[in-house]
């Protein structure tokens, strides 16, 4: 076992529940159900952590029991987080959806006016040259 999830403890090597800490993991199920953001949520009932751990944890479906994990959150309850956060997600655009890309239309063909002028630096030549190019797209 490499980590044992918020809202267990291990005795005498068996996964028990944290009633304390499983009692602020469903508290935060219900807070961000209610419409609070991950963040709160968590903080609300005395997780302080970051972001993307409060989303881990939202996701872990060691919550709904395994057979070394007793069960903290109802089915039901997991899926309507996991909708919601998603349902959030597509409202704020952060889907990581591709977005059609633009087609572009680059010209391919070009022509040169007639220089008129001519000028001793080079630099102000080159520079007269290139505004003599025009596309002819």
């Known amino acids: 076992m490499k980590h044992t999830p ?17 009692g602020q993991l469903r508290e935060m199920y219900k807070g961000f159900l209610e419409g609070k953001s991950l963040v709160v949520a968590a903080r609300d009932v005395g997780i302080e952590t970051y972001h ?28 309507k987080a996991l909708e919601e956060k998603q349902r959030r997600k597509d409202v704020l655009g952060r889907n990581n959806r591709q977005k059609p890309k633009e087609e572009k ?21 080159a520079k007269y040259i290139y505004s003599l190019i025009e596309s002819e797209e």
């Open 52 to 79: 993307g751990t409060v989303t881990r944890m939202l996701g872990n479906k060691k919550y709904l029991g395994t057979d070394y994990y007793p069960q903290i959150i109802d089915q039901e309850t997991f899926d």
């Open 6 to 22: 918020f809202g267990y403890k291990v005795v005498d090597g068996k996964a028990v529940i944290d009633e304390v800490a499983a």
């Open 105 to 125: 239309s680059l010209p391919t063909t070009f022509h040169f006016k007639p220089a008129e002028l001519s000028y001793t630096d080079p630099f102000e030549q």
